[in-house]
């Protein structure tokens, strides 16, 4: 393992030079002090977990001292926002510290999140606050542990500098990993302003480091797009068929690895609500629940325009018609496991609508709890359960006739099937009530629920003797929280 002095920095984005970021350091934070941090992200970093007694960790972590193998960029990109094209956007408050190297060749931005303004803040102030910060630490460790691809996060730093919002607060940083930062609103950015030069001289990167399958393709710049479409094809079924809602799914939001990042105001879903809206700020329900789907063939599109210097307008149209039957032969993968089938049938897909469609018209079933409580006893027991939530007994009654019928046929004894059901189905979701709780009580200087959370959450899928509060329903407020884009 290894100690925050001895960590190795091989800064490749960095080399791409002045016209892909601007070099800047952080602005610190006053009074730092560690808040949380996550022992699985410490370790793509090889670091040892009792780095985080440090000192200097904190100091680090919040802009006060800095490597000297670091070389903070931010970098510069724009994107649609809301569909409506934003020509210049960047990062406003945060920094690509620099790229380390682990002992597995492995390389991993590290990011950090609020270290103050940057030539890209605009009107911000680059602050990011404490709230925001641990919402952000929380969804990245817990999509991870479901198994949703995702950037990670290795701790939040928290201070007792002043921050405006809409009332006053207190700042924060976070410090974010990925295998890389880049945004399908860089490839806009380049395409936009014409530097078509400097958009191939990106793709060329992203290929060399990220996709070097792509270059034994006779079009590697097309390879590209038809694997950045693959990997966010695979995300989004995550995102469906786990009831996860981003909220913001601007283009520069959207990872060009096909991870989740950026997260704003996301949700779980508690009651099944296709049309849900997580996101106060978004009045016409454009990145609703439902609209996931069409909204990340969008943004997939607004990419190929931005690659039309490179390819056919013709093969990229051809690779865009790709998409929804690889995010449908995902989806329906996902949801046949999360039921219990190890096997494909034909008719799956109308019975898994046939669910969903029961769902939204019960308006009371707990999308989350539904697919673990199915697995808890023997199938027509565990029907019973269920059924309780739903307006429609008719109807889910012959629902549930078609499901035994389904389940027959895989041939499974119940104990092989629950070990199955449970292993895909989590007991333990980030819901917003229990993220808002551990906030409050942070704000408050008490970071125990946080790190509780944070802990329950690692383990989604295993039954935690003690932490059953957390596996339960939602009270009536905490189904309800307005959310904002603002942090």
């Not at 002095?5 to 800064?11: K, P």
């Not at 500098?161 to 009332?167: A, G, L, S």
């Not at 974010?176 to 191939?200: M, V």
Request: net charge negative; glycine share 6%.
């Amino acid at each position: 393992m290894k100690t925050l002095d001895t960590l190795t920095f091989d800064n490749r984005f960095a080399g791409l030079g002045d016209g892909f970021s601007t070099h800047i350091l952080p602005e610190p934070i006053a009074e730092p002090r560690l808040v949380v941090a996550s022992e699985s992200a410490l370790a793509l970093l090889d670091l040892d977990p009792s780095e985080t007694q440090r000192e200097v960790f904190a100091e680090l972590f919040s802009g006060n001292q800095l490597w000297s193998d670091a070389e903070p960029r931010a970098m510069v990109y724009s994107g649609h926002q809301f569909g409506g094209y934003s020509p210049r956007l960047g990062d406003g408050r945060g920094l690509l510290l620099g790229e380390v190297l682990n002992d597995a060749g492995e390389h991993w931005d590290l990011h950090l999140k609020g270290a103050g303004m940057t030539p890209y803040s605009r009107m911000g102030d680059g602050r990011a606050v404490l709230r925001s910060s641990i919402r952000e630490f929380l969804a990245s460790e817990a999509l991870h542990a479901l198994g949703i691809p995702s950037s990670r996060a290795l701790c939040v730093t928290g201070s007792s500098t002043p921050v405006w919002r809409e009332k006053q607060e207190t700042a924060a940083m976070l410090v974010r990993l990925a295998p890389s930062h880049i945004r399908f609103g860089h490839f806009e950015y380049f395409y936009y302003t014409r530097q078509h030069e400097q958009l191939k001289q990106l793709a060329d990167y992203v290929i060399e480091h990220h996709y070097p399958a792509c270059l034994e393709q006779p079009q590697p710049y097309a390879a590209l797009l038809n694997a950045v479409l693959e990997r966010t094809a695979e995300m989004i079924a995550w995102w469906q068929a786990y009831g996860f809602c981003h909220g913001v799914m601007n283009t520069d939001n959207m990872s060009i690895l096909g991870i989740t990042f950026d997260f704003g105001p996301y949700a779980f879903l508690d009651d099944f609500d296709a049309k849900h809206i997580c996101n106060h700020s978004d009045d016409t329900g454009r990145y609703s629940f439902s609209n996931q789907v069409p909204i990340a063939h969008w943004n997939l599109s607004a990419l190929a325009q931005a690659l039309t210097p490179l390819v056919e307008v013709d093969t990229l149209r051809e690779t865009l018609d790709l998409f929804l039957p690889i995010y449908q032969a995902h989806y329906q993968d996902l949801m046949r496991k999360r039921l219990g089938f190890t096997s494909a049938e034909d008719d799956d897909e109308e019975l898994i609508q046939r669910l969903l469609t029961l769902m939204q018209a019960g308006k009371a079933t707990d999308y989350s709890l539904f697919f673990r409580h199915l697995g808890d006893q023997a199938p027509a027991e565990a029907l019973k359960v269920v059924r309780n939530d739903f307006v429609d007994l008719k109807g889910f009654d012959a629902w549930g006739a078609d499901y035994l019928a389904r389940l027959d046929r895989e041939g499974f004894e119940q104990s092989e099937r629950q070990t199955r059901m449970h292993a895909v189905n989590p007991l333990y979701v980030l819901r917003n009530y229990l993220a808002q709780e551990a906030i409050a009580a942070a704000e408050a200087g008490d970071y125990g629920p946080v790190r509780e959370l944070h802990e329950v959450l690692t383990r989604p899928f295993d039954e935690q003797p003690g932490k059953e509060h957390y596996a339960q329903r939602p009270p009536d407020w905490g189904k309800h929280l307005s959310i904002s884009c603002s942090s």
